[in-house]
């Protein structure tokens, strides 16, 4: 399934630099996603063969926690940034009206929760007096 990001030419240098997401699904991309979903099915007989492949690697599939600890930390890190840039950021109208909703929620519930505090007190004053 190709990807509308992918900016390849048609004489295959693969060296352009792919567009950053707009964070917009096309139709044709969530089609292509429900019929594909169907067709990844997998048999019983080629599970069993992807594990006997994996059994025979070795030593180095045991081996993915060793090494040095500052190429792990600065691996994690490029990986930090790298998901960072695919985050598409809120602007500076939609922060405002995500916060307003957020902050109405809390005082609702606050409100709610006290009320149902005051209740209960008054219930329990009534009945144990």
């Known amino acids: ?68 600890p500052f190429k792990r930390l600065m691996k994690f890190l490029k990986e930090v940034i790298a998901e960072l840039r695919k985050v598409i950021w809120p602007n500076r109208k939609q922060m405002v009206t995500y916060t307003s909703v957020v902050l109405v929620f809390v005082i609702f519930i606050i409100s709610y929760i006290s009320g149902l505090d005051l209740a209960f007190i008054k219930g329990v004053n009534w009945l144990f007096g």
């Open 1 to 68: 399934m190709s990807d509308e990001r992918d900016t390849r030419h048609e004489d295959g240098d693969d060296t352009a630099a792919v567009a950053r997401p707009s964070g917009k699904r096309s139709a044709r991309r969530t089609r292509a996603a429900s019929s594909s979903a169907v067709a990844t099915i997998e048999r019983p007989s080629d599970s069993a063969k992807a594990t006997t492949k994996q059994s025979g690697k070795g030593k180095k599939a045991g081996q993915s926690g060793t090494g040095n």
